[in-house]
């Protein structure tokens, strides 16, 4: 049995720096704090947080979304992947960015916290000091 979430807040930078950032090694890692490989390819591979996340790029608006295959190193086998969306868009003070976590295995409760604390808490911190 899988869930679905979703989360949402305002982030201080362009939709178009999310997304870059997002989708890029160096960027990626700077603003969680922990080392990642991301291209802004559909079909490229990536990971985060030291290998314990994996997936691939499924699709990819520029600026817009980003929908990725999402794996924690926990899974089991039959639990497969789950799918990230994320929706950018313009708002006062930035970006308003809507994460949905789809797919996610019923034993995985921790994921929503953590998308906040590992994620969104991280962001509004690295692009509010770039400002």
Known sequence: MTIEFTVSDIIPASPQEIYDTWLD?????????????ATANVGDSFDAWEGHITGKNLELEPGKRIVQS???ADYT??????QI???LEPAEGGT???LTHRN??????????GWLSHY?????????ESK
């Open 25 to 37: 090694s160096h960027g990626h890692s700077r603003m969680t704090g922990s080392p990642a490989h």
């Open 70 to 72: 999402w794996r924690a």
């Open 77 to 82: 086998e039959s639990d497969g992947h789950s």
């Open 85 to 87: 969306e994320v929706a």
């Open 96 to 98: 308003k960015i809507t």
């Open 104 to 113: 996610v295995p019923d034993n995985q409760t921790g994921h929503q916290a």
């Open 120 to 128: 969104f808490e991280p962001m509004k911190h690295y692009f509010g």
